[in-house]
């Protein structure tokens, strides 16, 4: 069993950034696919950002490309998010995929294998 702990929400004006983290519980990430979700009241699980731990590879959603940075550090997974915008506003999960890096990775929710407690992200105008 693995854990998945997020840390780094919080509130913030529109324009500005914030950076969560994921840790895992022990050190399996290379052989995982790590992404980051997020869901909105009222809304679906949406996936926001992938990294292939082998090589390093990245995949991001086209709501997020070139404002949201995803990379990862040891046990860690970091999500760099700037020029954030009020409809970023959700609770960003951490989540660990067993079904392999391919293009595009897994987007689904459902292909992934542990969460985290998700984190709030609130963003105002």
């Known amino acids: 069993q693995v854990q998945l702990v997020e840390s780094g929400g919080g509130l913030v004006q529109a324009g500005g950034s914030l950076r969560l983290s994921c840790a895992a519980s022990r050190r399996t990430f290379s052989s995982y696919v790590m992404s980051w979700f997020r869901q909105a009241p009222g809304k679906e699980r949406e996936f926001v950002a992938a990294?292939?731990?082998?090589?390093?590879s990245t995949y991001y959603a086209d709501s997020v490309k070139g404002r949201f940075t995803i990379s990862g550090d040891n046990a860690k997974v970091y999500l760099q998010m700037n020029s954030l915008k009020p409809e970023d506003t959700a609770v960003y999960y951490c989540?660990?995929?067993?079904?392999?890096?391919?293009?595009?990775?897994?987007?689904?929710?459902?292909?992934?294998?542990?969460w985290g407690q998700g984190t709030q992200v609130t963003v105002s105008s």
């Open positions: 990294i292939r731990w082998s090589g390093g």
């Open positions: 989540a660990a995929s067993l079904s392999g890096w391919h293009s595009p990775p897994p987007r689904n929710p459902h292909e992934y294998n542990y």
